[in-house]
């Protein structure tokens, strides 16, 4: 079982950037796809990017490609979401969830974190 904690959010000017964090704590990190999420203020949460156990990633989102990468440090169990050139409507709590690549492409999930809160000012 994998126990994730989203960090890295904060208050970010547009055009700026960001790193968020998702650790992973338990023995399973290695065989499990993460994917981030958002979910901005009156919208359903969605996926902006997955990364799979080799390293492939998807990015669903259109309006994040070539802006946002996926990453994972298998090391440290952490997987990474840089963020570039944020605009206002990034601004959402980014969360993270780990499973297969169907469930992570579903959203489906019982459980979610906290989250971390990014927040884009014009």
């Known amino acids: 079982h994998v126990q994730l904690q989203a960090s890295g959010g904060g208050l970010v000017q547009a055009g700026g950037s960001l790193r968020l964090s998702c650790a992973a704590s338990g023995s399973t990190f290695s065989t499990v796809a993460i994917g981030w999420y958002r979910q901005a203020p009156g919208k359903q949460r969605e996926l902006v990017s997955l990364?799979?156990?080799?390293?492939?990633?998807?990015y669903p989102d259109s309006s994040v490609k070539g802006r946002f990468t996926i990453s994972r440090d298998s090391a440290k169990n952490i997987v990474y979401l840089q963020m570039n050139n944020l605009k206002p409507e990034d601004t959402a709590v980014y969360y993270c969830n780990a499973g297969s690549f169907v469930q992570l492409a579903a959203g489906a999930f019982d459980s979610w974190g906290p989250g971390t809160q990014l927040t884009v000012s014009s």
């Open positions: 990364i799979s156990i080799d390293g492939r990633t998807i």
